[in-house]
Structures are given as C-alpha cells and as structure tokens.
C-alpha cells in the first residue's frame, strides 16, 4: 500500500463524512476509529458500505493508522471536543514525527486549541484547530472551513483543505487561514453564536405567526420572504420543516419545545462579557433557550395565566422588515465580537474574508453575509455603512409594531425585544449611566468623570 495523503480520526456522522468528500475529491484517506463497546464494526462496516472507493484504507490500531500516512502527517480529529481531544492526542503523540500536523476538525474552545497549540510546539508537531460549518451535508458536499494556526501548517493543508470546501460565488473556496492559535476556533463559535441568534429569531416569527395562521400559511409566508433579501439557509429548512408531515400530522407539531444545546452559544456569550462587547443578541437567544427547557414551570405557571386571543393578525411586510431590522443587529454584534477579539489576541482578522468564507457551505450563508462582505471590505462596524444605517433607520417602525403585538398577544420575542433596545441605546446621545455612575460613587467612593471639565479627571462627591 502507498502511504495515504490524510487521516481522519473518528468515523462519526461527521468524520464519515467528510473522508467521502476527501476520496471524492481524489485523495487517498486513512481513516481509524477505536474498537470500544459499541464501535467494534465501525471501521469495518464504512470500508465495506464505501468498498468501491479504491482511496479509504480503514484501521482501528493507531500505530498502524499513523504509520499509513506519508510524513509530514496531517490528520483530522473528527471527535467530540472537551477531554477526548486531550486523550487522542496523547495517543498519538508516540507515533508522530517532526512536523506532522494534527487538525481538531470540532467545536473546540478556542482557549483550549491555544493551550493545544502551544503544547504541542514544543514536540515538534503543529496543531491545527479548524471550525467546520455545514452539518453532516455539508462535511459531504464541501462544509465552510476555518482553520486556525500556525501559516507554515496551513500551507500544507490548504490543497487538501480549499479543495473539499465549498465554493464561493466566484469558485474561490469557503476556507482560509482565519489567524494564529485559537482563532479559527474563536471564529466558529461566533458563527454558531450568531446562528443561535438567527435560529431564535425564525422560532419567534413562527410564534408571532401562529398566534393566525397555520403552519402551511407560515411556510407561504416565509417562502416569499426567501424570494427576497432576508433569503437564507435557515430560512429555507424552517419552510421544509413546516411542511413536513408525518401521515396527517405535522412532524412540527409533534416535537417537545425544549432547546437544547453544546456550548458555543453560551462561550461567545462569556467571552463578550469578559471583552466588554454587546452581544446581546446572542446571549438572548441562549437565555431562551435555557427558559424553554424549564417546561414543567412553565406548565405549571401558565394555567394562572388569562389566555389572549390575538384580535387582528399582523402585517407580513412590517414582520419581514424587523426581521432584516434584528438580522443586521445580530451581524453586526458578532462582528464586532470578532473584531474585538482580533485586537485583543492580536490576530489581524480580516473580517471580510471571514464573512465571504460564510456565504457558501455554512449554516448562517444568507444573501445578508454576502452583502456583508462588501460592507466589512470597507468597516468593521456595519452602522458605519451609510446605506445600513438608512435602513435601520427606516426599519424601525417596523420592529415597533412587532415588539406591540408581540406584548399584545403574550408572545415572549426575547431576541427582538434585545435587537430594538440595542439599537435604541447605540443612537440616544444621552444614557442615564449618570445615575449608575452616582450611585457608585456614594457607596463605593468609585468616583466619576465630569461632563462639564475635562473627561479623563476622576471626582468623589461627599453625598
Ligand atoms: C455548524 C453547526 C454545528 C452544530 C452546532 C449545534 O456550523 O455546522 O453550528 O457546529 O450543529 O454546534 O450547536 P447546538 O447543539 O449548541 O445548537
């Protein structure tokens, strides 16, 4: 046998995956999975359902795995992120060499990846820790990918890499050398941040909407809005999940409304506290994620409640507009996120090169992130592009009139609620952060600056 060109470690949805796409596009894969309890024949079985691809070569002994692929290595951890990336790479260390490249392919920390990367320099092997979007299609078909690390790593990957990603509208691939240590991890989890946000916003429109209309009045309904500039991934599955019937019920109907979730919602939600930037959005969508899964309360405390029948339906041009309004607030505060982080870990992010990397193959690609990538090419703040900020502006109205009816009809819009108090809070001159700043300078004696003398002087009254 011919040494292999890569490996991937770990025959899950993913992994499996993803080595197809790699065999698709003319590499030879090595692929390894352990032989625990109920993984025995995993191996076996992909090599056998896939045996008329001549390129996978399937192994459950590390060192033989290892020893499959031409040197420098480069191999994918396709594994769940958190302490088995700590065991698999302490496996596999003994049989590495100089300058092999190991590649976490899962929604890692990126604090961790840092940590990783650093170890593993000084044993000589690179470390690679690549966000990939797309889901289990994507990992087939071409996922948007955002490796993160060493440039000199990269550049070994790349051909591999940029061949199985998806492709832009310009046939240029949907990955690129995102920064050093951590921040093609950081990346990722801030586009799963904002995809928490988007998710959130399409669930409180089918509550809006539901309060009038039947599910297949909502999938009309939001497949013109997909016609249109609000056209989007997640746009499209929430019309088929609409649709779906099982018999004559709506499989919609018929899943328990609790949300749950991995953790890359609440990270960028820590870390935009810890670096001082709004992200609200993202942590609403978190938080009501967490208030949907507490049920038996909400049961319970409902039936105190006095039902509301919603008298009048609202309007579906003024719905579509606060939609595009929270949409763009949602952008922009993830952006600014990473822009934050860019300058913090000194990574040099070009945020337009990310946002392009999203326009295909990822789960937030959306006629906005391709608008997005022409107003990053020029900002970094999206209400520093005129025409945004118009219609933001002209919107809204709009997310008034949703946020009424929304109160109306007891429908909770936690997600759009956070979009219009943002907004109004990011353009009213004057806050009442006086007051906070008052209040601790009487307990606290913290002091306070001055708006009438200049601002960098700290007083204390005696109150
Ligand atoms: C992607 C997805 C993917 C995964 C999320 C789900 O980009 O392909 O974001 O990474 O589906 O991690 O996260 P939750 O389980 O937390 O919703």
Same mark, same amino acid.
């Not at 295909?360 to 690609?365: L, M, S, T, V």
């Given at each position: 046998m011919h040494k292999t060109d890569f490996g991937v470690l770990g025959l899950g949805v993913m992994g499996k995956s993803i080595s197809l796409n790699i065999a698709d596009n003319d590499f030879s894969v090595s692929v390894y999975n352990r032989i625990e309890a109920d993984e025995t024949h995993i191996v076996s079985k992909f090599i056998h359902d896939n045996s008329h691809y001549k390129n996978i070569y399937g192994f459950t002994d590390i060192a033989k795995f290892v020893a499959s692929i031409e040197r420098p290595r480069k191999i994918l951890l396709m594994i769940k992120a958190g302490n088995p990336i700590d065991l698999v790479i302490e496996q596999l260390l003994p049989f590495l060499d100089k300058n092999d490249i190991i590649i976490d392919g899962g929604n890692s920390l990126y604090t961790d990846t840092t940590r990783r990367s650093r170890c593993l320099t000084f044993k000589n092997v690179y470390f690679i820790g690549c966000g990939i979007s797309g889901g289990e299609e994507g990992a087939r078909k071409g996922p948007s990918i955002m490796p993160g690390g060493s440039i000199n790593a990269y550049k070994q990957v790349a051909p591999i890499l940029e061949k199985i990603s998806a492709k832009d509208k310009n046939n240029n691939p949907c990955c690129v050398h995102i920064g050093t240590d951590g921040a093609g991890h950081f990346v990722k989890m801030v586009h799963n941040g904002i995809e928490y946000a988007e998710m959130q916003l399409l669930s409180e429109i089918y509550a809006i909407l539901s309060t009038s209309h039947t599910n297949e009045e909502i999938a009309t309904i939001l497949s013109n809005w997909n016609s249109r500039s609000e056209k989007s991934y997640l746009l499209e599955i929430t019309i088929e999940i609409l649709r779906k019937k099982e018999g004559n019920d709506y499989v919609i109907d018929r899943i328990l409304d609790k949300a749950l979730s991995k953790g890359t919602g609440s990270w960028s939600s820590k870390i935009a506290l810890d670096l001082g930037i709004p992200s609200t959005m993202i942590s609403s969508a978190v938080f009501a994620r967490y208030i949907s899964t507490l049920k038996e309360k909400r049961v319970k405390f409902s039936k105190s409640i006095k039902k509301k029948n919603s008298l009048k339906s609202i309007n579906h041009k003024s719905l579509e507009r606060a939609y595009g309004f929270a949409r763009t607030i949602n952008h922009h505060q993830g952006f600014q996120l990473i822009q934050k982080a860019s300058e913090n870990y000194n990574w040099d992010l070009n945020l337009s090169e990310i946002a392009r990397i999203w326009t295909?193959?990822? &789960? &937030?690609?959306s006629k906005l992130i391709e608008l997005s990538v022409e107003i990053l090419k020029n900002h970094s703040d999206y209400f520093e592009d005129h025409i945004t900020f118009k219609s933001l502006i002209s919107s809204e109205k709009h997310i008034v009139t949703t946020l009424q009816y929304g109160l109306a009809n007891r429908v909770p819009l936690d997600a759009f609620s956070v979009a219009h108090n943002y907004w109004i809070s990011i353009t009213t001159e004057k806050s009442s952060a006086n007051i906070i700043q008052a209040q601790r300078d009487y307990f606290g004696a913290h002091t306070y600056q001055r708006n009438d003398i200049d601002s960098s002087e700290f007083f204390h009254t005696n109150w």
């Open positions: 295909n193959g990822c &789960i &937030i690609r």
